[in-house]
């Protein structure tokens, strides 16, 4: 209410507004003057950027890889230092899911549906050896699907059993890094094309 | 007077809704039917497999040491007492009697489980009825027990540190100390635990008097654990079928008579303590002796029947294991505690407010693959 | 309790009663299935008896015949015994319910139809818990056949 935003700036950033700039900002930013600012960038790159650092992931925990998952949210490992503190318990919220733990024929029609609730952009990072191909539950079970990948395109596996906080960290950035190499006029839904592969809800 | 009149005779219609199986307060893929009549509970229905992966089948065709890294998958927070659970099975059939210090060290192991199973369950009840700092403080003191495992036997979660006869490696050099240490760290943080979030008005109105169980009921039902004792329900496998060490060490059962959700949450805070004086009796004077004791590398059990119950964190487990006498067993059974305590849901929440489900569910402490197996 | 007062008591409740202590650690009592909830109400309410916590029910699969293991304790009195049921038709295997004198035997019961296809009557609730309503078969049972999955031993 009457406040000038600029010389509210100001007050807190006596530097001026160039220093508001994050060091890992694709382009570059020249003050333009009278409050405004030149950005030379890609469009592609600032959206990458926008997108790779704000992950907001859906829980898929449904076994013991969910814990490890609690834990590298909790203060050890704090994985909101990397932006994906915003975890949303409903797919039509979320950027990311991530599948920790075993994926069963009942619950494979579950899977697929909250996949084709999220919306574009998506990406699915399938965590621990269950997810991966089945892991343990790979021989003998008649209940287990060999893989989240016959029913989900996956973008990162993290193996191990459950993997550790740090490898799930490691996959998180990995993902962030193919984001940020993305390019909108060729990017496709990943669903496109998609091959579930032999074996599929085998039973 | 005309207003309540009206209202008695609108006629409301009841509908179903469905409770997971992604649903971030059922701890898990657990599905839950209900039948709602407004807010008001009519029925709930559970419906189960989302996460069955057929243990037991798979023991059937697993030999008797593959077995043991199955059941770290059950119930995950109790890893180390499940692998006990079937390694003193094999141990009864092929009539092996394990050295003392084995027994030890597997009690102090089983108890450190045990809180930092406890310890996730104080974490997560806080999150369930909206309070958001109690995840964070659980899961910086469980960090500490994570540690001890990693050093102890590779692995933070799944641990598969028992095997048949024995354990895998001996304890670290450093064990006694981290355990030590973390010991006196956390008797200063469970008090502050208790400030936090067992005397807050709200969770005691969420809490007292929500869900309540008679102990007639726990004991047909088949509730054990802290919902059984909750209720008054003396069920403690530890007491009443000592194994390992237990039969050498005192502690208390935490018993409390209310069999509402606050007397199964003071239940297993008064374990918490209960586990710490246990690994303090045993802690410094660990005997010498083998880790294992040998087997042949094919086990075959005897042709027979063998019956082996522990007190995991959440219940009684027991397993059940037929044998022919050839290297797989011919029938494995879990008797898990989570499937039993399932079973009274529906009984204690009929005529309740879905917000009670909640804290009831919470009071629980539900793993769900436990559950399904 | 001794197990031979147990099998005194118990030997009173029914005809043909077969018992055992071979090759487990429990008495084991082997009840005809059509005497299965007559004798199981009587090892409830039996005053010397009072098995009133039903810890275990195990479906099994004996190769011809299927069954129900039932582990019992008494709380109050502290003895355990095992009591088997068995019948030979695998087509339509049919046992009497005991939920109404366990309560927990409900589950159990609904996770053995499941596995095992052994149907109780009387079971107020009785379907397919853990597979999906349309699964073909029960795959606990010995002669379950899935060639996509099981390597052969």
Request: hydrophobic share 40%.
């Amino acid at each position: 209410m009457g406040v000038d935003k600029r010389s509210f700036l100001k007050q807190i950033e006596p530097e001026g507004l160039n220093q508001v700039v994050p060091d890992d900002f694709p382009g570059k930013v020249i003050p333009g003057g009278n409050g405004g600012n030149i950005v030379v960038s890609t469009l592609d790159n600032v959206i990458n950027w926008g997108r790779s650092n704000s992950l907001w992931p859906l829980y898929f925990g449904t076994s013991c890889c969910a814990i490890e998952m609690m834990q590298t949210g909790a203060p050890r490992h704090d994985f909101s230092r990397f932006g994906f503190e915003v975890a949303r318990p409903s797919a039509r919220q979320a950027d990311l899911i991530i599948i920790a733990g075993t994926i069963v024929n009942k619950m494979a029609p579950v899977l697929r549906r909250l996949y084709d609730q999220m919306a574009e952009p998506k990406y699915v990072i399938a965590m621990g050896a269950c997810a991966i191909s089945g892991g343990p539950f790979f021989y003998n079970s008649y209940s287990v699907v060999k893989g989240a990948d016959h029913i989900i395109p996956v973008d990162v596996y993290i193996p191990g059993c459950p993997p550790r906080p740090e490898a799930l960290l490691e996959g998180m950035i990995m993902l962030q890094e193919k984001i940020k190499t993305e390019n909108m006029s060729k990017k496709v839904n990943p669903i496109d094309g998609f091959d579930e592969g032999e074996g599929k809800f085998v039973k | 007077m005309v207003e309540k009149e009206i209202i008695n005779k609108m006629k409301t219609e009841e509908y179903f809704v469905n409770m997971g199986p992604q649903h971030p307060a059922a701890h898990g893929v657990l599905r839950l039917l209900l039948t709602i009549d407004g807010e008001i509970i009519k029925n709930v229905d559970p419906d189960l497999g989302y996460i069955h992966r057929s243990i037991e089948k798979m023991c059937e065709r697993d030999s008797y040491q593959q077995i043991v890294h199955l059941t770290d998958r059950m119930d995950y927070l109790s890893s180390h007492i499940n692998n006990e659970a079937v390694c003193l099975a094999v141990e009864k059939g092929l009539d092996i009697e394990v050295s003392d210090r084995v027994k030890v060290i597997r009690t102090i192991v089983s108890e450190l489980t045990r809180l930092a199973s406890h310890q996730l369950w104080w974490g997560v009840i806080g999150m369930d009825l909206g309070a958001l700092t109690t995840y964070f403080y659980a899961f910086r003191d469980r960090e500490m027990i994570n540690d001890i495992f990693e050093e102890t036997c590779g692995a933070r979660l799944t641990m598969n540190y028992n095997v048949p006869g024995g354990l895998m490696f001996d304890i670290h050099p450093n064990f006694v100390n981290r355990v030590k240490e973390f010991l006196a760290h956390f008797k200063t943080k469970l008090p502050e635990y208790d400030r936090l979030l067992t005397g807050n008005v709200i969770f005691q109105k969420r809490t007292k008097g929500v869900g309540i169980l008679t102990k007639e009921d726990a004991i047909s039902y088949g509730a054990t654990g802290p919902v059984g004792r909750g209720s008054g329900f003396a069920c403690d496998v530890r007491k009443t079928h000592p194994y390992s060490a237990y039969d050498r060490v005192e502690f208390k059962e935490a018993l409390f008579t209310e069999g509402d959700s606050l007397a199964r949450y003071k239940v297993r805070i008064m374990e918490m303590w209960e586990s710490m004086s246990i690994i303090e009796q045993l802690i410094d004077n660990i005997p010498e002796g083998d880790i294992k004791t040998p087997t042949k590398a094919v086990i075959k059990l005897p042709k027979g029947e063998y019956y082996q119950r522990v007190e995991a964190a959440r219940g009684e487990l027991g397993v059940y294991i037929n044998s022919t006498g050839t290297k797989n067993p011919y029938r494995v059974k879990f008797r898990s505690a989570g499937f039993s305590n399932l079973s009274v849901l529906n009984h204690i929440t009929k005529g309740a407010k879905i917000a009670d489900l909640v804290a009831t569910m919470a009071s629980f402490d539900f793993v769900i693959p436990d559950i399904d197996r | 309790m001794k197990n031979e007062d147990l099998q005194n008591i118990i030997n009173g409740f029914g005809e043909n009663l077969e018992f055992t202590t071979e090759e487990s650690e429990f008495l084991n009592v082997i009840v005809p299935k059509e005497q299965l909830h007559e004798v199981c109400n009587q090892l409830k309410t039996n005053s010397n008896l009072k098995f009133d916590y039903l810890y275990c029910l195990t479906g099994m699969d004996w190769g011809t015949d299927l069954g129900v293991i039932y582990h019992l304790e008494s709380t109050e009195l502290k003895h355990l015994i095992v009591v088997k049921v068995k019948t030979d038709d695998r087509e339509n295997p049919t046992l009497d319910s005991v939920c109404d004198i366990w309560r927990t035997a409900e589950f159990h019961e609904m996770e053995v139809f499941d596995f095992f296809g052994i149907k109780f009557n009387n079971h107020p609730n009785l379907k397919r818990l853990f597979l999906t309503p349309d699964w073909d078969g029960f795959p606990l049972r010995k002669d379950y056949v899935d060639e996509a999955n099981m390597i052969v031993k």
